[in-house]
């Protein structure tokens, strides 16, 4: 069944922020439930294009308070997430599988994709 355009401009609306995309990522690879801090390092890691191990402090509290209080609200509201506030833990949520093409689309090639095309 084909998606309104609303749905259509909601999904590239959530997608086209990079911290949002490198979430939905990350949970693509992951089976079971993670944690918000290994979220916002590997998060942090991927939007200074920089390794886990090589995140400063500040960079990741930025990044940990945006995904709290901006983005983990944001998806959970759009369903890509379930996001357990109590046990700071998050996984896929109900739409995240009828999303997941387009995402695995956009992670292969997020290397080509021209600077602010979303």
Not at 43 to 52: E, K, L, N, Q, R
Not at 54 to 68: C, Q, S
Request: proline share 4%; net charge negative.
């Amino acid at each position: 069944m084909a998606k309104s355009t609303e749905a259509v401009t909601n999904t590239f609306s959530i997608l086209a922020d990079s911290v949002r995309r490198y979430v939905l990522y990350y949970l693509d690879e992951q089976e079971t439930p993670v944690s918000l801090d290994r979220l916002a390092t590997r998060v942090a890691a991927w939007h200074t294009d920089s390794t886990p191990d090589a995140v400063d402090d500040a960079t990741l509290a930025e990044i940990r308070t945006a995904l709290h209080h901006v983005h983990l609200p944001k998806l959970t509201e759009a369903g890509y997430i379930t996001w357990n506030a109590d046990t700071h833990t998050i996984r896929r949520g109900p739409n995240f599988d009828e999303n997941a093409p387009l995402l695995r689309l956009m992670a292969d090639h997020e290397d080509e994709l021209a600077a602010g095309c979303l």
